[in-house]
């Protein structure tokens, strides 16, 4: 199959090397938060002749001839994305989740204006007022964190925070926290204050989808999102508004922070959003977080802490320190990795490592739900964890868990065995 296909026989170093990543993601267990497998489907999608089109502009207002197909496409993505999260408006160009903060942020906020958004340290997002992000270069940041007893969001402080620096925008959202945010909280203080209330469901968006989790389109005046983690559809960004908000996104995305749409990609939004309005869909999101209340709970049994007390939708975080106070997540992700379980080290809150080590990993369940893992697969998973944690200095030990490892991937294959990694021309 592989020495038949065009790209095979144009690039085999390239081919190769799609190839034998194919083969990393079905060899290992894959627990990275944000990662989920595409359907062969949206890889057509994302695969077409879409790709050939300049379209600078919206449907019906282009600055090229010929769009007239693109306009169809990128009105069924923004309809099929209204109708799904019940939103007035949706723009589907943002190139990636960072881009669909940036034009959120400028399309109701100035340089040098303040906003309230959580730290990056303690759940929070780069694009959320990081210093080394252009929002912490280009705004005034004034930044919540968690409550040091609850490891929760206390918006006690996130109130007192806005009443005190009186924000143009309050960010709610996060890329590494386990809890439901209280949307109806976050809009009162955000009228309050004046303040325009920007959700980020960047990690969430697949549940939210799907009814595993509420969903902050009634209360937020601009919902940001990426399109390729829990949604499963296509590597890409995402912004929902009020009609009060319309103009002024459209506008910060192109022209202010973007050029040409990328049709190939809005076309798999498309799909992704057809699907996620399924019954198949919404099952598959409750499963995910199932999923991620028995590996947690598996995990906590077995002597783990869990930052924030557990976990409510599809992530959580592990403290290491309660397994050995010597186990640093750089060391375990990298011995996890070895031994055929793909996840990341990830800051715990007021985590005394530098981020680079930190003291905590990040485990997340949409990849291994999507690869037909179910309660019992979380509970052998969540064993076999703690295990080789455990016992990292004894290769006696290690050696038999790997094979366990390697069969339970191997039982619950993301592509079948001969899958190339990229579809096929017939
Ligand atoms: N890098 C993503 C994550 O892993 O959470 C967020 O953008």
Not at 385 to 413: M, N, S, W, Y
């Amino acid at each position: 199959m592989t020495d038949m296909s065009p790209l095979a026989e144009a690039d085999p170093t390239l081919a190769g090397l799609i190839t034998k990543d194919a083969q990393r993601q079905r060899a290992k267990i894959q627990l990275i938060a944000s990662e989920n497998f595409v359907s062969t489907a949206m890889m057509q999608a994302t695969g077409s002749v879409l790709a050939n089109k300049y379209s600078e502009g919206y449907p019906g207002r282009r600055y090229y001839e010929g769009c007239e197909v693109v306009d169809e496409v990128e009105t069924l993505a923004i309809e099929r994305a209204k109708a799904l999260f019940g939103s007035d408006h949706a723009n589907v160009q943002p190139h990636s989740g960072s881009q669909a903060n940036m034009a959120a942020y400028f399309a109701v906020a100035e340089h040098g204006d303040t906003i309230l958004g959580m730290r990056l340290d303690q759940g929070g997002h780069l694009t959320h007022g990081s210093p080394v992000s252009f929002s912490g270069k280009m705004f005034n940041i004034v930044a919540y964190g968690l409550d040091s007893e609850t490891e929760q969001v206390n918006m006690d402080e996130v109130r007192r925070l806005a009443i005190e620096h009186k924000p143009r925008v309050i960010v709610a959202g996060y890329s590494s926290y386990s809890k439901i945010l209280d949307w109806a909280a976050f809009r009162s203080v955000a009228d309050e204050v004046d303040a325009v209330l920007l959700v980020d469901i960047a990690h969430i968006i697949g549940l939210v989808a799907g009814g595993a989790h509420p969903s902050p389109v009634p209360y937020a005046d601009i919902v940001t999102a990426t399109t390729h983690k829990a949604l499963r559809g296509p590597r890409g960004g995402l912004i929902l508004c009020t009609e009060e908000y319309a103009k002024a996104v459209d506008k910060a995305v192109f022209p202010f922070s973007q050029g040409g749409a990328i049709n190939h990609q809005i076309a798999g939004k498309a799909l992704c959003f057809l699907q996620a309005g399924t019954p198949e869909f919404s099952a598959y999101a409750h499963q995910i977080v199932r999923n991620a209340s028995v590996l947690a709970d598996t995990m906590t049994s077995l002597g783990a802490r869990i930052v924030s007390g557990g976990t409510e939708n599809h992530m959580f975080l592990v403290d290491l320190r309660s397994i050995d106070e010597e186990l640093t997540g750089k060391e375990a992700a990298t011995l996890l990795d070895d031994m055929g379980i793909t996840l990341n080290r990830n800051a715990i809150p007021f985590d005394p490592r530098s981020p680079f080590i930190t003291s905590g990993i990040r485990i997340g369940t949409p990849a291994v739900t999507t690869a037909g893992m179910r309660q019992e697969q979380m509970v052998t998973l969540g064993t076999l964890i703690i295990e080789i944690l455990k016992h990292r200095d004894d290769a006696g030990v290690l050696e038999p868990l790997r094979d366990h490892v390697r069969e339970l991937a191997d039982a619950f294959p993301a592509y079948p065995a001969d899958f190339d990694g990229y579809v096929a021309v017939s």
